[in-house]
């Protein structure tokens, strides 16, 4: 960080010559010096240059016009403006928060002010760089030697041996000096909440809208368990969305909680739409209980906000309906929504308080912004018992957290800070509106097909577009609820021809595996595949070169497609999975296969009866998991499922969240689960490298999925 940008020279000697000898002066800082054109060219400069560290300018020419462009980029940012003895200062300067300072042209003061603009740069970096992050970093530069744990030493260790010296290289020396162990008491104690961690704490609490906040080192996986082990004490009752990630199924499996499902809806596209309001309702709530054996009234309520298609709560009104004592909103993939204001109203932590109720929500920092995988963060509102509290947090946390990895959350949190973070979000969406917008266009251009995106038929304006009821069907939703579900512009669905909105079959199609398949060959790696739609994440990672190279992806498969080319061609790594079978097929004939099989499964009715009546739980998730750990399982063909108890949840990969729990029956009623199983099941074996991951069973040599159930008493 050592870029100062310079605007002049002006071509009058008594300037130029001053701003010449800075140049000389900074330069022996250690300054590197760039001369922006104009100011359009420096507020471009700025904009795609986070290490530019000052501006140099002068004041008469640009004055405070060119100082409030510059704070909407940055607030920070040093400015140093040269003025003469006859510029006017009369504006209100002192009024802005800016970091602005002044020196006046004059010959051999340069080397004076380099040193004070060193200065000035050594604050705004301190300013910027959040307390924990800082305090790990001055405790490396400092180099103290410490006898206690990491057994690699701040890295030596890995320099007395071969490969040790390969790992070493390839991470460098601060990556591993920074892996301190936690007997380093300036640095304060995650588990104890001190010093410097507990000052982190507070900064991300700020930063994120929260009243408090945890840093939490495994996950969001973890932090789920967390908030749930402090939330709803052993045998009592909890309300959970159905589409939920899996770590909340391992939850019930380790406390003894009655779940009552909360069942979203679900388009014929298997698009997951979230819990409908009625699920809501007091009335609703007190038919479940009254259905389910040994439940009480919930104690708690764990919602995914947003689904995994990227569909947003509106959350006030779920705060304010749900009658229970505490809600934990799971939003693993959405921990920007307080940095836009198109969020506003959609997330765990918007708005204030609710009186009488205690509001979490879990974020998985590493998943869509910048920070080390397992990095999560739980944030809470209301008023909860921080002790009790802080022994759930304990007792799943390790005692030697890595230290990069929590200084990589607090980084991430001083991201997105003032202008910079919101223009940081700001970009996604509108990266993401632009490139929904391309594909629109590509759409409308061509002749015969081209993918369409899930979007409503204008996407002009950065929104969250609402899930409307009534005549609006782009999404596919029967009966949506007015005001409840909003579609997040960043997360972009691509659909594929073959299924229509209203889960219609076409004659011919192109099942999403094969796009996927074809990118992924190419490097673009897809987060989701349905079986006719595709998503794709906008996140701040994702810069103007990857949007264009998914854009050129979807094209070259269209093209490729056209051709009728052979699958050889068209997907090697696919046709290395099986040389034979692959041998002559082209691409149209792989894709009208699958499509047929998909066809005669009937897989919109499918999904939608598999996800319209849940298996029966015949004993809770915990007590089918302590009939496993007791050895009453037993391996079984995954058709012979019907009747029998399941020991472990099936889930299968996408759309990742369970559709069997454990201690559940599938009955005559839900057999729609099962076939829709054996149809996932049915595409793999037909087609070598099409099988689906499901979890909870396991592909045997044979080309059979088993999975465990308990055995018959
Ligand atoms: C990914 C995910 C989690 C788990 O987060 P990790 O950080 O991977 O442990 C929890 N809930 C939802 C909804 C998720 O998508």
């Known amino acids: 960080m050592n870029t100062i940008a310079i605007m002049g020279p002006h071509g009058v000697f008594y300037k130029d010559e001053p701003i010449k000898e800075l140049h000389r002066a900074l330069e022996l800082q250690g300054f590197q010096l760039i001369y922006p054109t104009n100011s359009t060219d420096l507020l471009k400069l700025i904009e795609h240059n986070p290490r530019i560290c000052g501006v140099v300018f002068d004041w008469d020419e640009y004055s405070l016009d060119l100082c409030s462009e510059i704070n909407l980029l940055n607030e920070d940012l040093p400015l140093y403006a040269f003025i003469n003895t006859h510029s006017s200062l009369n504006v209100s300067v002192n009024e802005m928060r800016m970091a602005l300072w002044f020196f006046e042209y004059a010959l051999s003061a340069a080397d004076d002010i380099a040193l004070r603009i060193r200065q000035y740069t050594d604050e705004y970096l301190d300013t910027i760089t959040p307390p924990l992050t800082k305090a790990l970093f001055t405790y490396v530069k400092e180099g103290k030697y410490t006898f206690c744990t990491p057994g690699h030493m701040a890295g030596t260790a890995y320099q007395k041996s071969p490969v040790g010296c390969l790992f070493y290289d390839f991470f460098g020396g601060n990556t591993l000096k920074a892996d301190v162990s936690i007997s380093v008491t300036e640095l304060g104690s995650l588990l104890d909440h001190t010093g410097p961690h507990l000052e982190a704490e507070e900064y991300i609490a700020r930063t994120f809208g929260a009243e408090q906040s945890y840093m939490v080192t495994n996950g969001t996986s973890t932090s789920n368990k967390i908030v749930g082990m402090y939330a709803a004490p052993s045998g009592s009752t909890i309300l959970v969305d159905r589409n939920c990630h899996k770590s909340l199924t391992h939850l019930l499996m380790m406390t003894n909680l009655v779940p009552i499902w909360l069942k979203p809806t679900r388009n014929a596209l298997g698009i997951l ?251 673009v790696v897809v987060e989701k595949t349905g079986p006719y739609n595709l998503l794709f994440l906008f996140s701040i990672g994702i810069d103007k070169t990857k949007a264009l190279s998914l854009l050129r992806g979807l094209t070259e498969f269209k093209r490729s497609y056209d051709l009728n080319l052979r699958v050889k061609n068209m997907l090697p790594d696919l046709y290395a999975e099986d040389p034979d079978f692959y ?131």
């Open 273 to 523: 739409g979230g819990i409908p309001q009625r699920e809501f309702t007091r009335e609703n709530i007190e038919k479940k209980v009254a259905e389910t054996p040994n439940a009480q009234w919930p104690v708690h309520a764990v919602i995914t906000n947003s689904t995994y298609d990227g569909l947003l709560y509106n959350t006030d009104f779920i705060k304010k309906t749900l009658d229970v004592p505490s809600i934990h909103f799971d939003s693993a993939w959405v921990p920007y929504t307080n940095f836009h204001p198109i969020y506003q109203g959609k997330s765990g932590m918007s708005g204030d308080r609710v009186q009488g109720k205690i509001i979490y929500e879990t974020q998985s920092t590493h998943k869509l912004l910048a920070a080390f995988s397992q990095a999560s963060l739980i944030h809470i509102k209301g008023d909860y018992d921080e002790d009790t509290f802080n022994e759930a947090y304990m007792m799943h946390t390790t005692t030697s957290p890595s230290y990069p990895l929590v200084a990589s959350i607090e980084t991430a949190a001083a991201m997105l800070r003032g202008n910079t973070g919101k223009r940081l979000i700001n970009r996604s969406v509108e990266r993401a509106l632009h490139f929904r917008r391309e594909v629109q266009r590509l759409r409308e251009e061509s002749e015969d097909w081209f993918f369409d995106i899930w979007q409503p038929d204008h996407v002009d304006e950065a929104e969250c577009w609402p899930i409307a009821p009534g005549e609006e069907d782009w999404h596919g939703f029967r009966d949506a609820d007015a005001d409840h579900m909003y579609l997040d512009p960043i997360k972009v669905t691509i659909l594929t021809p073959g299924m229509s909105e209203l889960g219609e079959m076409a004659d011919e199609g192109i099942p999403a595996a094969l796009v996927a398949k074809f990118l992924d060959e190419r490097g």
């Open 583 to 713: 041998r002559n097929m082209r691409i149209q004939t792989l894709a009208q296969g699958i499509h047929k099989l998909i066809k005669q499964h009937n897989l919109p009715d499918l999904m939608l009866r598999a996800f319209d009546v849940l298996p029966e739980m015949r004993m809770t998730p915990h007590e089918a998991y302590q009939q496993q750990v007791k050895g009453n399982v037993e391996t079984v063909e995954i058709e012979e499922l019907l009747g029998r108890v399941s020991a472990n949840m099936i889930l299968p990969y996408p759309p990742g969240v369970p559709v069997v729990m454990p201690g559940e029956v599938i009955t005559k009623e839900s057999r729609a689960v099962l076939d829709f199983l054996l149809m996932l099941c049915s595409v793999g074996e037909h087609y070598p490298g099409f099988e689906t991951d499901i979890h909870g069973a396991k592909l045997g040599e044979d080309g059979v999925y088993r999975v465990r159930v308990l055995k018959e008493a």
